[in-house]
């Protein structure tokens, strides 16, 4: 990192090593190949009066991105400016252009989930502790509601616990093989596994679902058709 730093000040040098044309503006100086270190005093004076504090950290940016991009010197200080600006200018563009791609792609994930919930509904209907052979267990019953008109194969899914003040407390990841026709509901029971040693199945174990909100997101469908719907 180091001598990638003395390399981009040694290329600023050179970008401000020149020789002055008749105009004194330090954007129209020439590059000459002149070292920063013979440049005289007035000359560093002219450099450092004629350009703004932006204009000379752009500079910079100008000379760090030659670095790696091998870029020929342009003629004059001006138009290292403004090749730079033209450089940031599309830069900007295509990122803004990347943000709004990414905010048109989420907007269509969430009309595709709304869509969705119109034609499934996960409900947990209770929960409770459970003690065998020494072993805890948390108890999950749920219901799984198909208003569609397609018989579901098998469904791999999401369900997240709140507070009451919608900060997040736990969740469950489950896959539910057993088929759901279509205009049907299917009612089953999940088994969790409880160690005191471990926080997450510890707050599922513990945790009331009068003081609590449930949420549910699918991260796949299987129908029995072949088909599948697949969500982020």
């Excluded at 803004?96 to 907007?107: C, D, F, G, P, Y």
Aim: hydrophobic letters at 35%.
């Amino acid at each position: 990192m180091k001598n990638l730093i003395t390399l981009a000040l040694f290329t600023l040098v050179v970008l401000f090593a020149a020789v002055f044309v008749s105009c004194k503006d330090a954007k129209n100086i020439e590059y000459t190949g002149k070292t920063l270190a013979t440049l005289s005093d007035e000359e560093l004076a002219e450099i450092k009066k004629d350009l703004t504090e932006p204009e000379k950290k752009q500079l910079m940016r100008h000379a760090m991105r030659q670095i790696f991009t091998k870029e020929a010197n342009p003629p004059t200080i001006g138009a290292a400016l403004e090749e730079q600006q033209t450089y940031e200018d599309r830069a900007k563009e295509q990122k803004a252009n990347k943000e709004r791609a990414q905010l048109e792609e989420q907007a269509r994930a969430e009309e595709r989930k709304a869509e969705l919930k119109k034609r499934f509904n996960i409900e947990v209907l209770s929960k409770q502790p459970h003690k065998q052979d020494y072993q805890d267990y948390t108890l999950i019953k749920m219901r799984f509601s198909n208003y569609g008109k397609k018989d579901i194969r098998a469904v791999e899914f999401t369900v997240t616990f709140d507070d009451l003040f919608g900060d997040r407390l736990t969740h469950i990841t489950c896959k539910e093989a057993t088929p759901i026709d279509a205009q049907k509901a299917l009612t089953t029971n999940y088994s969790f596994k409880c160690s005191k040693y471990n926080k997450e199945q510890k707050v599922l174990y513990d945790l009331s679902l009068t003081n609590s909100k449930a949420t549910w997101d699918i991260k796949t469908i299987i129908y029995a058709d072949g088909t599948k719907e697949e969500f982020e």
